[in-house]
């Protein structure tokens, strides 16, 4: 599944492995992207960047780079399971190198076993293009049928083999925190930031998703000047984490007289959720407030101390919550919030460098960057990373389909690109990055 649209893009795709350079073609777009959107595909500096490194399936299996790579693999893999089932070198090899080595193959054996699927399948058709030439008809008919049943099973053992060489981050599978925050434009901007937290809303509902509210903050004219709520759900994160950055709508506002169109901006965070086990905060690290709530909300608003406000003594991160009337579950979930933050920071300092490279195409997902225009006026939605613009405004601020493929193709891109990684970083190395 991680690499299925990565199949997609290389199919159609055309580019340069390694540095080796082609003929530069209009970028491709999924398939899915095609179907009822009426999508328009733009040529900016991002998808340039991108293009450049696009190659078709075929090409990239016949490349010497990609099939050196594959072949280094399995020596590395023959090597561990040598050590480990006739016990090679064992007086030299420490207990914790032969644990090593037993990962090393159950994480290879997938690949390798794919790959030797894939000679097969390639030793087949050659004996079956021999049957092409014979003198019986039925013969020829029968072999043409084995030759289409052995490509369509290579396609999909190359699909599988790079389904196994793309490397997932490890908090795909993670619950996020989403934060939205109003930005340029005063009103507009904080009615622009409610339609985008009701996108999100609907959009986890489709996905079968929980959304539980963790702040809200709203503004006179209906709008939102900050919100954030919990998300939780299978791939929830993979599935909204190059949600993160600056959105900018563009239009005419619902106060303006001339009919001037205004640009406003909102803020959105996507923060993975860690679980208690995996991070954890000192509690003397923490200073705890209690206040009461404000705003709308009913009897309890201004009458107990539930809000409650948790300070990161060492960091100065703040998490609020005012939405519960319990002060007990308010802290729960400004804790819930408070640990995605810290652990986002964590992150972020952790693979500031791996992403240095990548950034340029798919996007540091950092709240400062601009990703995003939504024009009203031209009925289009335009993602700057990857260049592409899809229509229907208001159907994709419904947080259906529509934006479940903005996000696939987003995938896709960085699928691909983190595939491209690794061979360059097995061909700098020597090692299989795996």
């Not at 007289?257 to 208690?276: D, F, M, N, W, Y």
Request: charged share 30%.
């Amino acid at each position: 599944m991680a690499c299925r649209s990565v199949i997609q893009i290389l199919t159609r795709g055309r580019g340069s492995v390694l540095g080796a350079q082609a003929t530069p073609r209009a970028p491709w777009v999924p398939a899915r992207l095609r179907n009822g959107l009426g999508y328009r595909r733009t040529l900016r500096t991002a998808a340039r960047l991108m293009e450049a490194k696009l190659l078709s399936v075929e090409e990239l299996f016949s490349k010497k780079s990609f099939q050196d790579f594959l072949s280094n693999t399995e020596k590395e893999y023959r090597k561990a399971f040598d050590a480990i089932s006739r016990d090679v070198l064992v007086e030299q090899s420490t207990e914790s190198d032969l644990r090593e080595q037993r990962t090393l193959v159950s994480r290879l054996a997938p690949l390798i076993q794919a790959v030797h699927e894939l000679d097969i399948k390639h030793q087949e058709i050659t004996e079956t293009e021999a049957l092409l030439k014979d003198e019986d008809p039925a013969l020829r008919e029968l072999a043409e049928l084995e030759k289409q049943s052995c490509l369509h099973d290579i396609r999909a053992l190359r699909q599988r083999v790079l389904t196994l060489l793309v490397p997932e981050d490890d908090t795909d599978q993670s619950d996020l925190v989403l934060e939205v925050t109003a930005g340029v434009g005063g009103q507009e901007a904080m009615l622009f930031t409610a339609e985008l937290f009701d996108m999100y809303e609907n959009f986890a509902q489709h996905n079968g998703w929980s959304f539980d509210v963790l702040e809200h903050m709203t503004s006179e004219l209906g709008g939102v000047r900050h919100a954030s709520a919990s998300v939780s759900g299978p791939a929830s994160y993979r599935k909204m984490k190059f949600e993160g950055g600056v959105h900018r709508v563009q239009r005419i506002p619902k106060t303006e007289k001339q009919g001037r169109i205004h640009t406003s901006t909102t803020t959105v965070a996507v923060l993975p959720q860690p679980t208690e086990i995996s991070f954890t905060i000192n509690p003397k690290d923490l200073k705890i407030e209690t206040k009461r709530a404000s705003g709308a909300g009913g009897q309890h608003v201004n009458t107990t101390d539930s809000a409650v406000r948790i300070v990161h003594l060492p960091t100065g991160v703040v998490a609020e919550c005012q939405q519960e009337r319990s002060q007990l579950k308010n802290k729960e979930k400004a804790m819930q919030s408070l640990r995605a933050k810290l652990f986002s920071m964590k992150l972020e300092e952790e693979t500031s460098k791996r992403y240095n490279q990548r950034k340029v195409q798919i996007g540091t997902r950092g709240r400062s960057e601009k990703i995003r225009t939504y024009n009203f006026p031209q009925d289009r939605i335009t993602d700057h990373r990857i260049g592409l613009t899809v229509h229907d405004v208001k159907g994709f601020l419904l947080g259906e389909e529509p934006l479940g493929h903005m996000s696939s193709a987003l995938q896709d891109f960085s699928d691909q690109e983190a595939l491209m990684e690794l061979l360059e970083g097995r061909s700098q190395d020597g090692s299989s990055g795996l």
